[in-house]
């Protein structure tokens, strides 16, 4: 094993995203905690030991690059030009995507850009009235709100913080909602299916209701579809009557999904659940450190029981090949998760 990878791995300990900070405070978010249920292995790798797949690190890049094109949208209440915004989108994705990234292939930066700069068309913001969402932004220090929230505490007296970041909070029928953007391969039925009960509407709303002293009624999620556009120079569109190269971005699709609510009976239970894997995460860090080379093998694999491999960025590099820690050195980059770029 070369020393600089281990030494990258060694570097989760010292930064300010998930895990252990310098002060002491182990921190999660709600993906950690969301995956922690899912499978160990897969948690270990992706929050503890900072692992991703290359195909997933595209994936969060060009989301990424979304969140900051909307961001730089939404903080301009309506004084940012489209230019402006689709900057912040190119200083992410632009570089990474130009050489990672096929251009014919959805994620491209071509076909991601593109969606984003429809949708930041059909989005005008007139001082915080953005059309297409039925909340209002009051003020720009709504937009991309970071916090940190003391959440539990581990059996050695260490204190657990969730971290995590509400990408707008809305002013909503005399209260306030959460609003999240997500990118997404298909806006379909399993995708609207999924939300309610999804424990990172949970997690938002339990947050913004700790940081905030007005109603918070509950989450809405902003999803914008990274699917490839069409741009056949032949055939003819249906829907259209031209040419799919001509109406090809007309093809871009997005979603405004909720409002989903969570009473007080329910954000008990997330909280409970969410104390315990807390716990469960720290615990582990506290046993594995930065010590893939003795770990990797050892971790619990319930996505084997679950079905969740199915889906798992790590089944090809780590779990179908044994989980050798040199190979999934090789084949996944180190890119720590840290929720506020999310
Ligand atoms: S492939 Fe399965 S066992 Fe391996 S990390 Fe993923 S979910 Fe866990
Ligand atoms: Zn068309």
């Known amino acids: 094993m070369s020393t600089r990878e281990l030494a990258l791995v060694g570097e989760v300990c010292e930064w300010t995203g998930i895990g252990m900070g310098s002060d002491g405070k182990f921190r999660v978010d709600s993906s950690a905690l969301k995956s922690g249920y899912k499978c160990t292995t897969a948690a270990t790798l992706r929050y503890i030991w900072g692992l991703v797949s290359k ?23 309506g004084a ?55 909340f209002t932004i009051s ?21 657990i913080l969730l971290l995590g970041r509400l990408d707008v909070l809305g002013d909503y029928q005399g209260g306030y909602v959460v609003v999240d953007h997500k990118s997404t391969g298909f806006i379909n039925q399993q995708w609207f299916d999924q939300w309610p009960m999804d424990c990172s509407i949970d997690a938002y709303v339990w947050a913004a209701r ?44 997005w979603e405004l999904a909720g409002l989903y609510e969570r009473n007080e009976a329910m954000l008990a239970g997330w909280k409970a659940d969410a104390d315990q894997m807390a716990q469960g995460l720290y615990k582990i860090y506290s046993l594995v450190g930065n010590d893939i080379d003795s770990y990797l093998d050892q971790l619990q694999q319930e996505g084997k029981f679950t079905g969740e491999c199915r889906w798992c960025e790590y089944k090809k590099a ?11 050195r090789a084949q996944l980059e180190f890119a720590p998760w840290n929720p506020l770029e999310h």
């Open 210 to 253: 700790q940081l905030l002293d007005r109603p918070v009624l509950g989450a809405f999620i902003n999803g914008v579809q990274f699917s490839k556009l069409p741009s056949d120079g032949t055939r003819k569109c249906k829907d259209h009557g031209t040419k799919y190269s001509e109406c090809g971005p007309m093809h871009a699709k």
């Open 55 to 77: 195909s997933e690190r595209a994936n969060l890049l060009a989301g990424t690059a979304l969140h900051k094109a909307i961001e730089t949208h939404l903080k301009g209440m």
């Open 318 to 328: 780590v779990c179908e090949i044994g989980r050798r820690a040199g190979v999934a």
């Open 80 to 134: 940012t030009s489209l230019d402006e915004s689709l900057r912040a989108f190119d200083t992410i994705y632009l570089e990474w995507a130009s050489q990672n990234v096929a251009a014919d292939d959805k994620l491209s930066w071509q076909n991601t850009r593109l969606i984003t700069q429809k949708w930041l068309e059909a989005h005008p913001n007139n001082e915080g009235v953005v059309a297409g969402f039925p």
């Open 139 to 159: 003020q720009v220090d709504h937009v991309e709100v970071g916090f940190e929230i003391p959440l539990t505490t581990a059996e050695d007296g260490t204190e």
